[in-house]
């Protein structure tokens, strides 16, 4: 399998900038004053500073998600058992965050939504997968295509956004609002209208997208508990996330087990 341009942004080897300086934390941090209870502590911003360089390998990201047609044929020829449906439950969000029976990658929502997901299975990227099962997948396409396939590493996803348009830091403080969707059908149609938008890629901020990286910190960062290797990094927000968590350089972590209706992941190749 070759990508073409219209499969993938490719990054060239070299040097890149990554990360949040000092100006762009007190600028954020000015706004969430004025904002009330966003939920967003000034300390999540912190995971994602100093501004610092990292050297890459040239490498390709693909423009969409994986699809929830393409995740269907890799259990088909797998027989791939996803930890949502090992443990027989998911993630929803229903005016807040439920454990729901029976939720996984084939009904993500655990309502009418699900139709309309699996109805544009072609279109749609595969939802309530953990970082675990995009792994396995990786797997699976590295033998399928016979070259190495993997989830795009922190700093990949970083340089890919910028190309791909994800607003910076210093541009964030304007952009206060943040969508609400009554209901998982209304958030799964505007998915699709996104999508339609784009041209049928799939740009970032629609899904939270998982990366290969464990949640460390960056070189001169303050310390946290958290880092090690016990989470692993999402990266882009979703539809129904914050402006300052769609912003290229945020940072967000879950366990390797985690699954939500708003998870996926797209693949990256050197």
Known sequence: MNWTDDDCIVLEAG???????????????????GMGDTGIKIEYLMNSFPRHTETLHAAMVAKRLVTLAEFETFVRETGHITEAEKDG?????????????GVSWRAPFGDAADAMYRDNAERIPVLQATWNDADAFCAWRSAEWGRAICLPSESEWEVFASRAGVFRADEAGRLIERHAYDSSEAFCDALLRAIDAAGGVHPPGLVWEWTSDWFQPYPGGACNREYGEVYRVLRGGSLVSHPFQKMREYRFRRCPTARSPFYGFRLASD
Do not use: P
């Open 15 to 33: 040097d890149y900038t990554i990360g949040l300086l000092d100006d762009d934390l007190e600028r954020m941090r000015k706004t969430l004053r």
């Open 89 to 101: 439950w998911g993630w929803t969000w229903e005016d807040g965050w439920l454990k729901k029976a």
